[in-house]
């Protein structure tokens, strides 16, 4: 049944509209983003979809067709609704904390962007339900604002202290382009990245260990990064150059603390190292920047999984450019950079490595820079 059937069979009427918002993969800056630094993302084909229409009783509806939990609010207050729900309550209670009127609507979602993968479904629900409610309302939202209206929701609301990468990523990303965002001031700029053109791919592998940011485990890490900061007497990581680096570190004595600094100001210069590759059509020389990410995500801000490391050494072996995990961590996906015609050797070779370890089998699939929310 399409999301339009779903609509119809849940409310008895046709949907004002279909909404689109995708997932994301990010290419290299991983958890610079809450310490005001670099990211390089781009839009997944993958994408949550809504159908949505006027709700006639001022309540808000959202059904799935990947859950059957349909939920219903009225004005939600902070934290009132829980669950999946959460996400589009949260987006409502953003817009209204924003001063915004907030048509109430009937959702029906759906979606094909994989679920805890770290690919941020999350951010595509918050995404889509934005941009419907954004067109329905004629809501002054300018699109370089909307973001940080969606982080609000799943920061506050939904209680996941994330940065606003993956919430950018899903609104502002452009078919065929990296979006290169500087996590302070929101500025972007649209980096070309066509790979079919150099003959290569993206190669994303579901690791099939799913990952629980709301768990303690992200929140420790910013917490670990806002500390560090703070005993450096900078604003955040993103301050700290690279050539400083070695004297920070010797301020810092804390080897947690040495460590969670070193990854974020060594990813920050990754980003920017890979950016001037490909605006000089370098594409295959970010390859061992993609692998040194992954190495300094894994030692020294430990947040891989076997299963990722795995995956990684395995394309690689292979003959990938780079690889890395992408996303937040503790489960989730790899990326890796390889020549197009290598995509099922690469895939197999990880599956083969998998077995080996007795792993639930990955999936694979190559990747294409699409584009970001929009009404379709």
């Known amino acids: 049944m399409s999301v339009t059937e779903v609509f119809t069979a849940?409310?008895?009427?046709?949907?004002?509209?279909?909404?689109?918002?995708?997932?994301?993969?990010?290419?290299?800056?991983?958890?610079?983003d809450y310490n005001d630094g670099f990211v390089l993302p781009f839009a997944l084909p993958q994408r949550t979809v809504a159908a949505v229409g006027p709700s006639p009783d001022g309540r808000w509806?959202?059904?799935?067709?990947?859950?059957?939990?349909?939920?219903?609010?009225?004005?939600?207050?902070?934290?009132?609704?829980?669950?999946?729900g959460a996400y589009v309550a949260g987006v409502v209670w953003a817009l209204q904390e924003a001063g915004f009127e907030v048509p109430p609507v009937r959702i029906a979602i759906d979606s094909d962007v994989p679920l805890g993968s770290g690919l941020s479904s999350s951010a595509a629900l918050e995404s889509a339900v934005l941009t419907a409610l954004v067109d329905l309302g004629g809501l002054d939202l300018p699109v370089e604002k909307r973001p940080a209206i969606a982080q609000r929701a799943e920061n506050v609301y939904v209680g996941a202290p994330t940065g606003i990468m993956d919430q950018s990523a899903s609104i502002r990303c452009q078919d065929g382009k990296a979006l290169f965002l500087d996590c302070r001031s929101y500025e972007v700029e649209q980096i070309p990245f066509d790979l079919a053109a150099e003959g290569l791919a993206i190669l994303v592998i579901n690791s099939n260990a799913p990952h629980q940011h709301v768990d303690g485990e992200y929140g420790a890490r910013r917490k670990s990064c806002e500390e560090a900061a703070a005993l450096l007497g900078v604003p955040a990581l993103r301050d700290v150059a690279t050539a400083d680096l070695p004297a920070a570190l010797d301020r810092l004595g804390d080897d947690v603390l040495v460590r969670r600094t070193?990854?974020?100001v060594t990813e920050n210069q990754r980003v920017l190292d890979t950016v001037a590759l490909l605006r000089d059509g370098r594409v295959r020389e970010i390859g061992p920047l993609l692998t040194a990410s992954h190495a300094s995500m894994r030692d020294d801000f430990e947040i891989t999984v076997a299963q990722v490391d795995v995956a990684v050494e395995a394309a690689l072996d292979a003959g990938a450019y780079g690889a890395r995990m992408t996303g937040g961590g503790f489960g989730g996906c790899v990326l890796a950079l390889i020549d197009a015609d290598r995509a099922d050797a690469t895939a197999a070779a990880v599956a083969a490595a998998y077995e080996k370890h007795g792993f639930t089998a990955p999936a694979s699939w190559v990747a294409v820079a699409g584009p970001g929310a929009t009404r379709i």
């Open 10 to 32: 849940a409310y008895g009427a046709e949907p004002a509209g279909l909404w689109a918002a995708p997932g994301r993969v990010n290419l290299i800056g991983e958890h610079t």
């Open 262 to 264: 070193r990854h974020i």
């Open 61 to 84: 509806h959202v059904c799935s067709t990947l859950i059957n939990e349909p939920v219903s609010f009225g004005k939600p207050a902070r934290s009132e609704v829980t669950g999946w």
